[in-house]
C-alpha cells in the first residue's frame, strides 16, 4: 500500500483516521499533532519575549514517550529564544531498570544540547525504589510509593529551576485511560483537578499559585504511533517495563479499551475529547473550591491539605 500523501511505501496504517503514511509523512503527522496541542492549549505565553525566556521543564524518563516529546519540542523550538528547554531525569533507585534509561537520556540531552539535570530518590530522601518494595509497610503497591516521590521531586525542582511550564510525555492511551478511570471511579473532583492541573488550555485554567503548571503536548497521538516514532526517527529510547510497575486496574482498563478501540476505531479520540470538555465544565464549576484548605506541611513546607505531607508521612514509615 502507498503512501495517501506520495508514492513512497507507507510503513503504517491508522484505523481511527484511515491514514496510510511514508515514514516522513507519519513523521510530519505526528509532529503536526503535537504543535496544534500546544496552539490550543495556548502554551506559549503572547507576552513571551526572548529577554526573558520561558522555561519548560521536560520529564525525560528516557522511555519513548519522553524521548519522542523532548525531539519534537526541540526541533519545534530551536529556533524560537523564547522558549528554554531544560530535562529533568527522576532516578528512583531500581536496579537494572533506571540505570540504562538514564543513559538513553544522557545520550539524547547531548546530541539536542539541552540542559539535562538528574535527581534521585536516594540524594533527596534516602531511599531506594528497590528497598521500599522490600520493606512495604504500608502494604501498597510500589507505584503509589513511587507515584508520590515522583510528584514530590519533580514539583520542587520544576519550581527551584524557575520552571513556567512542566511537560510530560503522556500519550492518547495514557489519557484516554486515566480519563476512563476518573468517570469509572466516579471521582468529579479529581476530574475537575485533572483540568486545572495539566489538562485545559492555560489561559482556561484557575490560577494555581503553589504548583508549577503541567501540560501534556503529546496526547493526541496513541502509543503505537509514539513507538513507531521513536523507531523511525531512531531514538535513544528505552523500552524496558520498570520490575515494580503494579497498576492493577490501569491495566485492566487498557485491556478494556483495546478491545473498544478495535472494534471501534476512534474510540480513545473521543473518550478524551468529551472527558476534557466534561472537565472543563466540571472545573468552572468547583472553582473557588479548591485551595481553601491547603496549608504548609509541619515537615517540610510543602502544600498539602494535612499537617504532613503524604511524602512525609510516607518517608517516616519508611524509617
Ligand atoms: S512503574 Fe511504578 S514503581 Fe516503576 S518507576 Fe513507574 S511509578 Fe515507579
Ligand atoms: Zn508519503
Ligand atoms: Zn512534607
Not at 497498576?247 to 478495535?262: D, H, N, P, S
Not at 472527558?275 to 472545573?283: F, K, P, R, T
Request: glycine share 6%; charged share 30%.
Amino acid at each position: 500500500m502507498d503512501c495517501n500523501r506520495c508514492d513512497e511505501p507507507a510503513i503504517m496504517h491508522a484505523a481511527y483516521s484511515g491514514a496510510h503514511l511514508c515514514a516522513d509523512h507519519f513523521r510530519e503527522s505526528v509532529e503536526k499533532r503535537v504543535r496544534r496541542r500546544i496552539r490550543r492549549d495556548d502554551l506559549v505565553p503572547r507576552d513571551a519575549s526572548p529577554d526573558d525566556p520561558q522555561i519548560w521543564v521536560v520529564g525525560l524518563s528516557g522511555g519513548k514517550d519522553s524521548v519522542v516529546l523532548t525531539r519534537i519540542l526541540h526541533d519545534t523550538f530551536a529556533d524560537d529564544p523564547r522558549i528554554e528547554l531544560v530535562g529533568l531525569t527522576v532516578h528512583e533507585g531500581i536496579e537494572g531498570y533506571r540505570d540504562e534509561s538514564l543513559e538513553a537520556c544522557v545520550e539524547l540531552a547531548d546530541a539536542l544540547e539541552i540542559r539535562h539535570e538528574v535527581v534521585s530518590y536516594e540524594e533527596e530522601f534516602g531511599i531506594r525504589m528497590d528497598d521500599v518494595v522490600e520493606d512495604d509497610p504500608e502494604n501498597m503497591a510500589a507505584c503509589a510509593y513511587c507515584g508520590v516521590f515522583r510528584r514530590d521531586v519533580l514539583s520542587r525542582y520544576a519550581e527551584a529551576l524557575e520552571a513556567d511550564l512542566l511537560l510530560t510525555g503522556h500519550n492518547l492511551d495514557d489519557e484516554a485511560q486515566t480519563a476512563l478511570m476518573n468517570v469509572l471511579e466516579g471521582d468529579v473532583a479529581q476530574i475537575a483537578k485533572h483540568f486545572d492541573a495539566s489538562l485545559g488550555p492555560l489561559s482556561e485554567r484557575e490560577e494555581q499559585e503553589e504548583f508549577v503548571p503541567r501540560a501534556k503536548p503529546l496526547r493526541d497521538v496513541p502509543e503505537k504511533e509514539v513507538a513507531l516514532y521513536a523507531h523511525v526517527d531512531d531514538l535513544p529510547a528505552h523500552i524496558t517495563e520498570c520490575p515494580h510497575a503494579s497498576e492493577a486496574y490501569r491495566g485492566e482498563i487498557q485491556q478494556l479499551l483495546y478491545g473498544l478501540e478495535e472494534n471501534h476505531p476512534g474510540t480513545r479520540h473521543s473518550i478524551l475529547s468529551g472527558y476534557e470538555e466534561l472537565a472543563g465544565i466540571v472545573a468552572d464549576e468547583y472553582s473557588g473550591d479548591d485551595g481553601a484548605d491547603l496549608r504548609e506541611c509541619d515537615e517540610c513546607g510543602s502544600t498539602t491539605t494535612r499537617e504532613i505531607c503524604r511524602k512525609c508521612s510516607l518517608l517516616e514509615s519508611l524509617v
